[in-house]
């Protein structure tokens, strides 16, 4: 056993597909969980998530030596100040946030000495929420980022890499600005984008009654499956990443209204090559590996 | 035999694909095909792309009773000048153009009396283009929409359907006008909005490396695929269906102001009722039977 007692806080698709990937693995003596609701504690003991489903914090962290964060970016703080009493010496406290330098601003200062503080961001997920949205393969072959504190014990950094790798992530460290720039650019960002288009072609769906979901095509389908992920997560994300997001945002509208100049103006040539500038980079992340050529990928029977 | 003679004129990723799916439905007696370029041609001979690869455009629609146009938007019209002469009376001309409006003003006036022109949109695509690409099951379950124009003849339109059909599509007739704003919404802009935040990325790849390509989230990696697509292809459609694009897009630029203004402000509950509203639409397309719900949808192997 890497440990001997986890602790997920917050029952939703990442901690629910982790608790799944620890059986698979065999890499925790036992797992217990605690949600905020009444709700979703039910659903967790119906299912049988989690060895044993706690009614507070403090029962749910008590002798363990990994306790994870599972909870919105929100409220990583009030979580932490709760449990801090309660922390086992020697124990190691992660978290799953998509944003870093807040989570350690806000978790950090409510640690008691002795705790080591390791957070992480498995970079994997789907548009689907809850307790009973997770499963055992979410991990696999998808990087799981960890982002040490200055002090973070290396024997406990070691051991969460371990872990994951367990859980089937390819592991990698990175430094907590750095990390938030990568994922403003490569989710966050993109995430607001689809969210918008979603929001306007919603708003014309009521003038073309129906048509607009009945004949969506390949690009806005993807837009619909970005713009459908946690509500209150993706919240919390922006407002705790908001300087990075709002320079990728700042960017990309200057690139939208060159194009859009260049469409209104009959521009084919800035177009031709802009668009031909945009398909090497999709096959830079073919050859690293990152998705698959395969022509009729996504696709599967019904789109 | 539905048509005895089938010409296929464009030799990328529709028409390759048209050509496979006729074999397996077996309603063409021969197939024809015409590309510009010498090397398309010969790749076409090489890999057994249709019955006969003709070295011109007039050879290839010699006695066709279907000729369908699979070139980009923008060449469309010189194509209809140059195989007017040559098409046999009571022949149907057709095409794959993503814009419909911009194509029977470049196409209707050259086709002489006698022939029946019936506008087409397959909407079915992948990033990948050019005679390799194509294969028999890309318009499987897919919308073929039918934009018949004044004075088209209703046998010659309810046969183009049969046909599509037998080639696996669903099938229903629009108003050009109306296809052209439907498709800006759930196609066009989308695209050029994949396309511009791509290019984002690939600016600031330079800075962080490879770190952009190599930790390329969902969101982001959803629109590499998207914006990989042929940059002819999507010059014309954005040059022939100006109007509606720049107004979707216009509206698009309004929605993300306000919401850079709320992540600015910290408006939280902003941001959570807008996204909690697009996750509804979501919902509409499942139910509408465009896309699943699997819960691990789309992931395949390595995402």
Redesign the interface.
Known sequence: MMYNRVALIGLGLIASSMFWAMKRANVAGEVTGFARTQETRDTARRIGLCDRVCDSVAEAVEGADLIVLCVPV?AMGAIAAEMAPHLAPGATVTDVGSVKRAVIDAVGPHLPEGVHFVPGHP?A????SGPE?G?A??FD???C?LVPTEGSDPAAVARLRSYWEALGSNVEEMEPE?HD???A?????????????????????RV?D????????????????????D??M???V??TN?DA??E??G???E??FA??RA??T?D?DH??D????????????IE?????DA?????????
Chains 1, 2 share one sequence.
């Open positions: 929100g970079m997920g789907t548009e689907h949205s499963f393969e979410l072959n998808r990087w980022l750095r720039l990568v994922c650019v490569t989710s966050h960002a993109p995430h607001l984008i689809a969210y918008t288009m979603v929001g306007v072609a919603d708003d014309l769906g073309t129906s048509e607009v979901v009945k004949f969506s095509a390949a690009g806005f389908r993807d837009f619909t499956r970005i713009a459908a992920s509500p209150t993706w919240r919390d922006f407002l908001k997001t709002l990728i945002l960017r990309f509208t690139e939208l194009l859009q469409i209104r009959g084919g177009l031709h802009y668009f031909t500038r945009t398909r090497a980079i999709r096959r830079g992340i690293a590996g990152q998705d698959t022509p009729d990928f996504g696709r599967g029977g019904v789109r």
